[in-house]
């Protein structure tokens, strides 16, 4: 009976996400410069929909994180408030993660990663059903993202940071990553149990 229930539970989920994206991608900026600086569209819908991004966001959030090392993570929320986010570094350098946590997947626990700053302007878009998590390369760093479902304190889970068995090969500086209580304190891979359904695209991180 579990067994089945299992099965419903992830046909469920499945359901609800076709038709959204479930690829990590990393979207390189458009700028167009002049004597006096720049101009970049951060956010456009119709060239969003170009790379099969048909997501509506509806909250933006914004960190600051004074120390080199800062790391957040790895975060996400579950099902009926799982969150695709949007990531991008307006202030300062980071590396971005995203980490496969669907059930079922052949990637499943595998991460990819991009570095996005301030002078890059990328973006990276992390699909519901992976954990997000950066670390700062660059003291004083801000990080701007949208997210497709409001914050849900009682839906909100996480991953610990150093899992052995994903392995993130974060860029720390000596003194180490400056976390948490809460992150320190997050499980191990081993023992969640993902509400999360494999849609059938594996782990790739793909640029647009």
Not at 14 to 36: N, P
Request: proline fraction near 7%; charged fraction near 25%.
């Amino acid at each position: 009976m579990a067994f089945v229930t299992a099965r419903r539970r992830q046909g469920r989920l499945k359901r609800r996400i076709e038709g959204f994206m479930q690829k990590v991608l990393l979207i390189k900026a458009k700028r167009f410069g002049d004597s006096r600086g720049w101009f970049s569209e951060t956010y456009n819908v119709a060239r969003f929909a170009g790379f099969g991004l048909n997501e509506v966001f509806v909250q933006d959030n914004h960190s600051y994180s004074k120390p080199i090392g800062t790391l957040r993570g790895i975060h996400f929320q579950t099902p009926p408030h799982a969150q695709a986010k949007l990531v991008r570094c307006i202030r300062g350098r980071i590396l971005d993660v995203a980490v496969d946590l669907r059930q079922g997947s052949p990637t499943y626990g595998r991460w990819v990663s991009a570095e996005l700053s301030a002078e890059n302007g990328d973006q990276l878009f992390v699909p519901v059903g992976f954990g997000h998590a950066f670390v700062t390369l660059e003291p004083d760093s801000e990080v701007t993202y949208k997210v497709t479902s409001l914050y849900a304190p009682s839906h909100d889970g996480g991953i610990r940071w150093s899992d052995p068995d994903i392995g993130v090969d974060w860029p720390l500086p000596p003194g180490g990553a400056v976390l948490s209580d809460k992150d320190t304190a997050l499980p191990f891979l081993r023992d969640f149990d993902s509400p999360f359904a494999y849609d059938g695209t594996p782990l790739t991180l793909e640029t647009v």
